[in-house]
């Protein structure tokens, strides 16, 4: 069992209108769509997808290689636009939000995850945790007593000196989660985040899952396994760019 983090303080800001609409929504698309232009052609990675997660839920978005689902989260992760439609963060109208903001939201209310582990190889454990707070501005002191509490939390307090090449794949992950954990975001994403792992290695990583969701967080979890997808609470299917199932699995 992981060691309990202090759970996000989430400020929602949402104005009365939208309360209305959907109160307890932490992300809302609405007719979403992304198109590329290749030369005379244009493709369409996203075709009208329109969905609401609301905080603390667990959901899987799956599909398969080209489906739209990594464009879909990088549109959720605000390291895209759309072409058309709207996305509500927290409340907030993401279209209306300048680069300094949209910035401010990567690096405090989203925790990402990668398949890939995105570590740097030369720094520690704890170094590799304190990433986003050195980014932030958080003073030495602090972010380290943050970045050993978030290792801490995914059972890694006895090798946060260790080096990336002195982890085992499993533990390399754990330090990616304990990264993206670290500023206490709204909404943790991981995409594909046992791709790199072994069955067994696979499992533990997303019992840790389960347990930050037990905790309060709110994961979205980007795959084409569907046993991991089967984690979740809740299914999102893509193809095409479009959703053509949304369910809830318990």
Not at 138 to 159: D, Q, W, Y
Not at 190 to 207: K, V, W
Request: glycine share 8%.
């Amino acid at each position: 069992m992981i060691t309990k983090l202090a759970e996000a303080s989430v400020q929602p800001g949402v104005d009365k209108s939208m309360s209305q609409m959907s109160a307890d929504a932490i992300i809302r698309t609405s007719d979403l769509w992304k198109t590329y232009k290749m030369g005379d052609e244009e493709i369409h990675a996203l075709s009208g997808v329109s969905f609401n997660i609301k905080r603390n839920e667990y959901v899987a978005i799956i599909g398969p290689s080209g489906s739209g689902k990594s464009t879909l989260m990088n549109l959720i992760g605000c390291l895209d636009t759309p072409s058309r439609g709207e996305y509500w963060l927290n409340g907030k109208p993401v279209a209306q939000m300048g680069d300094d903001e949209l910035a401010a939201i990567r690096n405090k209310e989203i925790g990402f995850v990668f398949q890939t582990f995105n570590l740097l190889p030369r720094a520690t454990a704890l170094h590799n945790v304190e990433l986003p707070l050195i980014y932030n501005g958080t003073p030495a002191a602090t972010r380290i007593e943050m970045a050993k509490k978030a290792l801490e939390a995914v059972e890694l307090g006895n090798r946060m000196n260790h080096r990336p090449n002195e982890l085992s794949g499993g533990q390399r992950q754990r330090v990616a989660i304990a990264r993206a954990l670290v500023n206490r975001p709204s909404i943790i994403l991981a995409d594909e985040p046992t791709g790199n792992l072994d069955s067994r290695t696979s499992e533990e990583i997303m019992q840790l899952f389960e347990q930050l969701h037990d905790q309060g967080n709110t994961i979205i979890l980007v795959t084409h396994e569907h046993d991991i997808a089967a984690h979740a609470h809740r299914v999102i299917s893509i193809l095409d760019g479009k959703i053509f199932k949304d369910e809830k699995i318990r």
